[in-house]
Protein backbone atom coordinates (compact mmCIF):
# COMPACT_ATOMS: atom_id res chain seq x y z
CA UNK A 1 0.00 0.00 0.00
CA UNK A 2 3.30 2.01 -0.40
CA UNK A 3 4.26 4.55 -3.28
CA UNK A 4 7.53 4.69 -4.79
CA UNK A 5 9.22 7.11 -6.78
CA UNK A 6 12.62 7.18 -8.72
CA UNK A 7 14.43 9.74 -10.31
CA UNK A 8 17.81 8.91 -11.98
CA UNK A 9 19.73 10.76 -14.86
CA UNK A 10 19.96 8.80 -18.25
CA UNK A 11 21.93 5.75 -18.46
CA UNK A 12 21.77 5.05 -14.85
CA UNK A 13 19.38 2.38 -15.53
CA UNK A 14 16.26 4.12 -13.40
CA UNK A 15 13.43 3.01 -15.56
CA UNK A 16 14.76 -0.39 -15.89
CA UNK A 17 14.78 -0.46 -12.11
CA UNK A 18 11.35 0.87 -11.31
CA UNK A 19 9.89 -1.49 -14.19
CA UNK A 20 11.67 -4.23 -12.43
CA UNK A 21 10.19 -3.19 -8.66
CA UNK A 22 6.62 -2.66 -9.96
CA UNK A 23 6.41 -6.27 -11.56
CA UNK A 24 8.42 -7.90 -8.23
CA UNK A 25 6.19 -6.18 -6.14
CA UNK A 26 2.44 -6.21 -8.31
CA UNK A 27 2.79 -2.38 -8.42
CA UNK A 28 1.79 -0.12 -11.13
CA UNK A 29 3.89 1.52 -13.40
CA UNK A 30 4.29 4.46 -13.75
CA UNK A 31 6.04 7.22 -16.27
CA UNK A 32 5.85 10.08 -18.65
CA UNK A 33 4.32 8.57 -21.46
CA UNK A 34 1.76 7.20 -19.08
CA UNK A 35 1.36 11.32 -17.54
CA UNK A 36 1.35 12.30 -20.98
CA UNK A 37 -1.17 10.04 -22.39
CA UNK A 38 -3.28 10.41 -19.07
CA UNK A 39 -2.77 14.60 -19.10
CA UNK A 40 -3.72 14.63 -23.36
CA UNK A 41 -7.16 12.30 -22.55
CA UNK A 42 -8.37 14.27 -19.49
CA UNK A 43 -7.33 17.90 -20.19
CA UNK A 44 -7.15 17.80 -24.07
CA UNK A 45 -3.42 19.65 -24.14
CA UNK A 46 -1.86 18.01 -27.17
CA UNK A 47 0.91 15.52 -26.11
CA UNK A 48 3.48 17.46 -28.38
CA UNK A 49 2.96 20.66 -25.70
CA UNK A 50 3.14 18.29 -22.81
CA UNK A 51 6.56 16.92 -23.91
CA UNK A 52 8.24 20.03 -24.30
CA UNK A 53 7.21 21.03 -21.04
CA UNK A 54 8.68 18.37 -19.94
CA UNK A 55 11.78 18.13 -21.91
CA UNK A 56 12.89 21.60 -22.73
CA UNK A 57 14.11 24.12 -20.14
CA UNK A 58 11.82 26.98 -20.54
CA UNK A 59 12.57 30.65 -20.70
CA UNK A 60 11.75 33.23 -18.47
CA UNK A 61 8.93 34.24 -21.05
CA UNK A 62 8.08 30.86 -21.05
CA UNK A 63 7.75 30.85 -17.36
CA UNK A 64 5.67 34.22 -17.65
CA UNK A 65 3.06 32.60 -20.07
CA UNK A 66 0.77 30.14 -18.93
CA UNK A 67 1.73 26.91 -21.12
CA UNK A 68 4.35 25.65 -19.14
CA UNK A 69 2.61 26.04 -15.96
CA UNK A 70 -0.35 24.35 -17.63
CA UNK A 71 1.34 21.43 -18.63
CA UNK A 72 2.89 20.93 -15.69
CA UNK A 73 -0.38 21.39 -13.29
CA UNK A 74 -1.83 18.98 -15.51
CA UNK A 75 0.77 16.58 -15.34
CA UNK A 76 0.87 17.05 -11.90
CA UNK A 77 -2.99 16.48 -11.05
CA UNK A 78 -2.45 13.29 -13.00
CA UNK A 79 -0.22 12.09 -11.16
CA UNK A 80 -1.58 12.79 -7.55
CA UNK A 81 -4.42 10.88 -8.99
CA UNK A 82 -2.39 7.50 -9.42
CA UNK A 83 -0.73 8.06 -6.55
CA UNK A 84 -4.02 8.28 -4.54
CA UNK A 85 -4.64 4.53 -5.53
CA UNK A 86 -1.24 3.27 -3.52
CA UNK A 87 0.84 0.14 -4.88
CA UNK A 88 2.85 2.39 -7.53
CA UNK A 89 6.04 3.21 -8.67
CA UNK A 90 6.95 5.96 -10.74
CA UNK A 91 10.32 6.76 -12.63
CA UNK A 92 10.18 10.56 -13.88
CA UNK A 93 10.96 14.13 -12.82
CA UNK A 94 7.25 15.49 -13.30
CA UNK A 95 5.83 16.27 -9.41
CA UNK A 96 8.97 15.30 -6.93
CA UNK A 97 8.33 18.06 -4.66
CA UNK A 98 3.90 17.55 -4.08
CA UNK A 99 5.18 14.11 -2.63
CA UNK A 100 8.13 15.48 -0.05
CA UNK A 101 5.73 15.61 2.99
CA UNK A 102 4.13 12.23 2.24
CA UNK A 103 5.14 9.73 4.39
CA UNK A 104 4.32 6.50 3.27
CA UNK A 105 5.73 7.67 -0.31
CA UNK A 106 9.65 6.35 -0.59
CA UNK A 107 11.83 8.71 -2.91
CA UNK A 108 15.03 6.92 -4.31
CA UNK A 109 17.40 8.61 -6.22
CA UNK A 110 19.59 6.40 -8.66
CA UNK A 111 23.21 7.42 -9.10
CA UNK A 112 26.41 5.75 -11.51
CA UNK A 113 29.24 6.94 -11.91
CA UNK A 114 29.57 8.85 -15.56
CA UNK A 115 32.05 6.79 -16.79
CA UNK A 116 30.09 3.78 -16.29
CA UNK A 117 27.24 5.67 -18.14
CA UNK A 118 29.74 6.96 -20.79
CA UNK A 119 30.24 2.99 -21.67
CA UNK A 120 27.07 1.97 -21.13
CA UNK A 121 25.63 4.45 -23.74
CA UNK A 122 28.84 4.33 -26.01
CA UNK A 123 27.91 -0.29 -26.43
CA UNK A 124 24.45 0.58 -26.75
CA UNK A 125 24.42 3.20 -29.57
CA UNK A 126 27.92 2.79 -31.63
CA UNK A 127 28.80 6.60 -30.26
CA UNK A 128 33.12 7.69 -29.93
CA UNK A 129 32.94 8.25 -25.76
CA UNK A 130 34.03 11.77 -26.27
CA UNK A 131 30.35 12.60 -28.03
CA UNK A 132 28.73 10.72 -25.47
CA UNK A 133 30.21 12.46 -22.99
CA UNK A 134 29.52 15.89 -24.10
CA UNK A 135 25.69 14.62 -24.61
CA UNK A 136 24.89 12.86 -20.93
CA UNK A 137 26.76 16.11 -19.73
CA UNK A 138 24.61 18.35 -21.75
CA UNK A 139 21.61 15.82 -20.76
CA UNK A 140 22.38 16.17 -16.94
CA UNK A 141 22.59 20.06 -16.67
CA UNK A 142 19.60 20.24 -18.82
CA UNK A 143 17.37 18.44 -16.22
CA UNK A 144 19.08 20.61 -13.07
CA UNK A 145 18.25 23.52 -15.12
CA UNK A 146 14.58 22.57 -15.87
CA UNK A 147 13.63 21.57 -12.39
CA UNK A 148 15.47 24.65 -10.74
CA UNK A 149 13.39 26.59 -13.41
CA UNK A 150 10.29 24.54 -12.93
CA UNK A 151 10.70 23.83 -8.82
CA UNK A 152 13.45 25.86 -7.70
CA UNK A 153 14.98 22.88 -6.58
CA UNK A 154 18.54 20.95 -7.37
CA UNK A 155 16.81 17.84 -8.05
CA UNK A 156 19.82 16.06 -7.83
CA UNK A 157 20.75 16.67 -3.98
CA UNK A 158 20.53 13.48 -2.17
CA UNK A 159 18.28 15.32 0.49
CA UNK A 160 15.38 14.98 -1.46
CA UNK A 161 15.43 11.67 -1.13
CA UNK A 162 14.79 8.58 1.47
CA UNK A 163 17.20 6.71 -0.70
CA UNK A 164 20.13 7.03 -2.90
CA UNK A 165 21.32 3.89 -4.74
CA UNK A 166 24.81 3.78 -6.54
CA UNK A 167 24.09 1.05 -9.04
CA UNK A 168 27.78 0.81 -9.50
CA UNK A 169 29.12 -0.55 -12.97
CA UNK A 170 25.57 -0.96 -14.48
CA UNK A 171 25.93 -4.39 -14.58
CA UNK A 172 22.86 -7.12 -13.64
CA UNK A 173 23.75 -8.08 -10.27
CA UNK A 174 24.10 -4.44 -9.12
CA UNK A 175 20.81 -3.85 -11.07
CA UNK A 176 19.21 -6.81 -8.86
CA UNK A 177 20.77 -5.90 -5.81
CA UNK A 178 19.35 -2.09 -6.26
CA UNK A 179 15.82 -3.56 -6.91
CA UNK A 180 15.95 -5.85 -3.40
CA UNK A 181 17.22 -3.07 -1.66
CA UNK A 182 14.60 -0.66 -2.52
CA UNK A 183 11.79 -3.03 -2.09
CA UNK A 184 13.29 -4.39 1.00
CA UNK A 185 13.21 -1.02 2.54
CA UNK A 186 9.78 0.26 0.66
CA UNK A 187 8.20 -2.66 3.22
CA UNK A 188 9.82 -0.86 6.19
CA UNK A 189 6.89 0.48 9.27
CA UNK A 190 8.53 4.13 8.43
CA UNK A 191 6.87 3.83 4.41
CA UNK A 192 3.74 2.15 5.13
CA UNK A 193 0.48 4.45 4.64
CA UNK A 194 -1.23 5.88 8.26
CA UNK A 195 -4.24 7.64 8.62
CA UNK A 196 -2.35 10.72 9.00
CA UNK A 197 -0.10 10.28 5.42
CA UNK A 198 -3.35 8.89 3.56
CA UNK A 199 -5.39 12.07 4.07
CA UNK A 200 -2.00 14.49 3.58
CA UNK A 201 -2.18 12.63 -0.36
CA UNK A 202 -5.93 13.16 -0.15
CA UNK A 203 -5.09 17.06 0.28
CA UNK A 204 -1.99 16.98 -2.03
CA UNK A 205 -4.55 14.99 -4.85
CA UNK A 206 -7.10 18.00 -4.10
CA UNK A 207 -4.49 21.07 -4.60
CA UNK A 208 -3.14 19.30 -8.02
CA UNK A 209 -6.49 18.65 -9.25
CA UNK A 210 -7.95 22.38 -8.47
CA UNK A 211 -4.77 24.32 -10.08
CA UNK A 212 -4.97 22.07 -12.92
CA UNK A 213 -9.01 23.16 -13.38
CA UNK A 214 -8.05 27.24 -12.05
CA UNK A 215 -4.54 27.85 -13.85
CA UNK A 216 -5.67 29.76 -16.63
CA UNK A 217 -7.25 32.09 -14.34
CA UNK A 218 -3.78 32.71 -13.15
CA UNK A 219 -0.51 30.94 -14.78
CA UNK A 220 1.21 31.73 -10.88
CA UNK A 221 -2.12 30.50 -9.07
CA UNK A 222 -1.28 29.18 -5.77
CA UNK A 223 -3.18 26.10 -3.63
CA UNK A 224 -3.54 24.50 -0.19
CA UNK A 225 -6.21 22.09 0.93
CA UNK A 226 -6.03 20.98 4.19
CA UNK A 227 -9.40 18.76 5.32
CA UNK A 228 -11.57 20.48 2.77
CA UNK A 229 -10.65 23.91 3.70
CA UNK A 230 -9.06 25.32 0.30
CA UNK A 231 -6.53 27.75 0.54
CA UNK A 232 -5.71 29.95 -3.04
CA UNK A 233 -3.00 32.89 -3.50
CA UNK A 234 -4.38 34.23 -7.24
CA UNK A 235 -3.03 37.73 -8.42
CA UNK A 236 -6.61 38.01 -11.04
CA UNK A 237 -8.06 39.02 -8.54
CA UNK A 238 -6.13 41.57 -6.36
CA UNK A 239 -8.21 44.50 -8.58
CA UNK A 240 -11.79 42.78 -9.11
CA UNK A 241 -15.04 43.69 -7.04
CA UNK A 242 -16.20 41.57 -4.10
CA UNK A 243 -19.03 39.81 -6.19
CA UNK A 244 -15.92 38.28 -8.77
CA UNK A 245 -14.26 37.24 -5.98
CA UNK A 246 -17.25 35.41 -4.37
CA UNK A 247 -17.98 34.27 -7.68
CA UNK A 248 -14.74 32.58 -7.93
CA UNK A 249 -15.20 31.04 -4.47
CA UNK A 250 -18.23 29.65 -5.51
CA UNK A 251 -16.76 27.88 -8.56
CA UNK A 252 -14.22 25.90 -6.44
CA UNK A 253 -16.83 24.74 -3.69
CA UNK A 254 -18.47 23.28 -6.67
CA UNK A 255 -15.58 20.82 -7.19
CA UNK A 256 -15.91 17.26 -4.84
CA UNK A 257 -14.27 17.65 -1.49
CA UNK A 258 -14.15 20.93 -1.36
CA UNK A 259 -15.89 22.65 1.98
CA UNK A 260 -14.37 26.02 2.46
CA UNK A 261 -12.43 28.40 0.34
CA UNK A 262 -10.16 31.27 1.36
CA UNK A 263 -9.20 33.42 -1.45
CA UNK A 264 -5.81 35.46 -1.21
CA UNK A 265 -4.43 38.26 -3.19
CA UNK A 266 -1.23 39.07 -0.99
CA UNK A 267 0.92 36.08 -0.77
CA UNK A 268 2.59 36.84 2.20
CA UNK A 269 -0.60 36.31 3.96
CA UNK A 270 -1.39 33.17 1.87
CA UNK A 271 1.91 31.67 2.93
CA UNK A 272 1.13 32.64 6.37
CA UNK A 273 -2.59 31.60 6.56
CA UNK A 274 -1.35 27.79 4.44
CA UNK A 275 1.44 27.26 6.47
CA UNK A 276 -0.62 27.76 9.95
CA UNK A 277 -2.94 24.55 9.06
Same mark, same amino acid.
Given at each position: ????????????????????????? $?????????????????? /????????????????????????????????? #?? &? #??????????????? $?????? /?????????????????????????????????????????????? #?? #?????????? $????????? $?? &???????????????????????????????????????? &?????????????????????? %????? &???????? %??????????????????????????????? /??
Amino acid at each position: MSIITIFANSYSKGEELAEKVGKKM $GYEYVNKHVLLSAATKEF /GMPESKLTRAIKDTPSILDMFSNGTQRSIAYME #AV &L #AEYMLKDDIVYHGRV $GHPIVQ /GISHVLKVQIIAKLEDRIGLKTKQEHMSPEKTRKIILAEDAQRKKW #AK #AIYDIDITDP $GLYDLVINV $GR &LEAEDAEDAVETIISTVKHKKFQPMTYSLNCMKDVALSCH &LKAVLINTDSTIQLKSHKGTVF %VYTRA &LKRKKQRQ %VLDFKERIMAIDGVEHVEVYTEKDLFLTMAR /GQ
